[in-house]
């Protein structure tokens, strides 16, 4: 069945930086495009970033651009995000998604999510 | 910036029917967007419970149905039960790879 298994979160100091992983499994990694959802502390979920299949033309919400940058590497099946110039309102669980590939657009399913948290 | 708003909170009794909705801060919501719904529970990972407006995805019990009424998307639970007593969240996608997520509803059932 699908997987998704994210890793890499941890606590780092405000203005640090931090490599987020995705290991996906049970489908064709290189033919879906993969998103990055984060949820802070008790609070709502927040759309990040979303990389195409093909790797390239990628977006980013407002709050990220410019500081995150969405990755994938499709020969390891793994999703990334690197996240610098880190602030405390980044703390949160990250989640990975797998896109629908279809023009609707929809999260499915979702992985486990890794904390990160940031403060000194 | 487009801010896409839930109720807060709703409560229902067992059995009975509940209806959220997601709407924007200016404007319409219409299948165009494709609005989606999850729910998520405490400490859990969410679940896609609904996409392109109506659609429900794989074992999802057919309780849950997605619509849209009047200018919003709309996530209907008729004969709820304990175990959707959850968060709930819509998101709509903008276009030109971008999506907001609505604020969330937290649904008790009791």
């Known amino acids: 069945q699908v997987q998704l298994v994210e890793s890499g979160g941890g606590v780092v100091q405000p203005g640090g930086s931090l490599r987020l992983s995705c290991s996906a499994s049970?489908?064709?990694?290189?033919?879906?495009?993969m998103h990055w959802v984060r949820q802070a502390p008790g609070k709502g979920l927040e759309w990040v970033a979303f990389?195409?299949?093909?790797?390239?033309?990628?977006h980013y919400a407002d709050s990220v651009k410019g500081r995150f940058t969405i990755s994938r590497d499709n020969s390891k099946n793994t999703l990334y995000l690197q996240m610098n110039s880190l602030r405390a309102e980044d703390t949160a669980v990250y989640y990975c998604?797998?896109?629908?590939?279809?023009?609707?657009?929809?999260?499915?399913?979702w992985g486990q999510g890794t904390l990160v948290t940031v403060s000194s | 910036q487009t801010v896409v708003t839930q109720e807060a909170s709703f409560s229902v009794s067992p059995g009975g029917t509940v209806t959220l909705t997601c709407g924007l801060s200016?404007?319409?919501?219409?299948?165009?967007?494709?609005p989606s719904w999850y729910q998520q529970t405490p400490g859990q990972a969410p679940r896609t419970l609904i996409y392109?407006?109506?659609t429900r995805s794989s074992g999802v019990p057919d309780r849950f149905s997605g619509s849209i009424l009047g200018n919003k998307a709309a996530l209907t639970i008729t004969g709820a039960q304990a175990d959707d007593d959850s968060d709930y969240y819509c998101?709509?996608?903008?276009?030109?790879?971008?999506?907001?997520f609505g604020g969330g509803t937290k649904v008790t059932v009791l």
């Open positions: 200016s404007g319409s919501v219409s299948a165009n967007y494709y």
């Open positions: 392109s407006t109506d």
């Open positions: 049970g489908f064709t990694f290189s033919n879906y495009g």
């Open positions: 990389i195409p299949y093909g790797g390239s033309n990628n």
């Open positions: 998604a797998k896109d629908s590939a279809t023009v609707a657009h929809w999260f499915d399913p």
């Open positions: 998101v709509l996608y903008l276009g030109s790879g971008i999506w907001v």
